[in-house]
């Protein structure tokens, strides 16, 4: 839900922030690693979470999208790291599709109105 965020505005958001703390095994753990993270996110299309915030569960999100373009709402897959840790990536483009599918319907339907 971040992932279009200016990096000025993320830094300003968790200037004081210890992100350290979040999760069992945080993999981001300062602002300049998050804004490196989301810049990744863009690129890629999806993010992904490989133990981070609770052992042994994996998992991926991408955005949905508004006719304007801006983010409304994520769509997420997780499951036991076992299940679809060697997959992570294929789910995650996976996701990537659905949630750019979600989209194009929702514009499309925001078109009709």
């Keep these: 839900l971040l992932c279009d ?5 993320i830094r300003r958001w968790f200037d004081d922030t210890d992100l350290s703390t979040s ?15 989301l ?5 890629r299309g999806y993010a992904l979470v490989r133990e981070e915030f ?14 304007r373009g801006r983010i409304i709402a994520a769509m997420n897959v997780s499951a036991p790291s076992p299940r679809l840790g060697d997959r992570l990536d294929q789910a995650g483009q996976l ?3 659905c949630a750019s599918d979600i989209s194009r319907a929702l514009q499309q339907e925001d078109t009709k109105r």
């Design 23 to 37: 999760g069992e095994r945080p993999r981001v753990r300062t602002v300049d690693e998050l804004v490196n993270e």
């Design 95 to 97: 996701t990537a599709r």
């Design 5 to 9: 965020w200016e990096p000025d505005v």
């Design 54 to 67: 609770e052992v042994g569960v994996v998992g991926c999100s991408a955005p949905v999208r508004d006719v």
């Design 39 to 43: 810049a990744l996110v863009r690129r």
